[in-house]
């Protein structure tokens, strides 16, 4: 016996996966945990005003230090072994990390001065503290715009929902 399997064409149209959106450059949440539990939270938001360019620069200014002394480490480690001075390998290459983190900082100066940054440490290990209620404060604005990123990359929120919450995320963090 031979099992005949057909297909027809179905009537609907396929659905297009919805394409993923540019990651929006609103600022950065970062975290650090000390040796006897105390937890160091800062939460900065770029104002909503200012041009996605100058956002995006203050965002590779933010990481430029350790990516200027990480290269700027293996290039020395690479003229050493090339054969080329240790101390005039170390000039050529603060001559052209200084000048270039110089005129990133002047930059977007403008753009981290206008920022509004919420800051709490508190400790991991104490449940109940007055310190916890910056760190709530702090956690609400975070998970508020950091929700809304997700679903504007995921397609789920259009550009004009997202510019409100990350305008009210911005000015709650304000005050």
């Known amino acids: 016996m031979v099992i005949e399997q057909r297909s027809t064409p179905s009537p609907r149209q396929p659905v297009p996966p919805a394409g993923r959106r540019a990651r929006p450059h609103w600022g950065y949440l970062s975290r650090s945990v000390s040796r006897y539990g105390v937890v160091s939270s800062t939460l900065v938001i770029y104002s909503p005003d200012a041009s996605e360019r100058d956002r995006r620069r203050a965002d590779v200014a933010r990481g430029y230090g350790v990516l200027a002394f990480g290269g700027g480490l293996l290039l020395w480690i690479?003229?050493?072994a090339a054969g080329i001075p240790p101390l005039w390998a170390l000039a050529a290459i603060a001559a052209a990390a200084i000048p270039l983190g110089a005129v990133l900082a002047r930059?977007?100066?403008?753009?981290?001065?206008a920022a509004a940054v919420v800051t709490s440490c508190s400790s991991g290990l104490r449940v109940d503290g007055e310190d916890r209620d910056a760190q709530r404060r702090l956690d609400a604005i975070a998970d508020s715009i950091q929700g809304a990123s997700a679903a504007y990359r995921a397609g789920a929120l259009d550009p004009q929902a997202f510019d409100r919450i990350w305008r009210a995320a911005y000015a709650h963090a304000r005050s």
Request: glycine residues 20%; positive net charge.
């Open 78 to 80: 690479g003229c050493a």
């Open 107 to 113: 930059r977007t100066r403008g753009v981290r001065r």
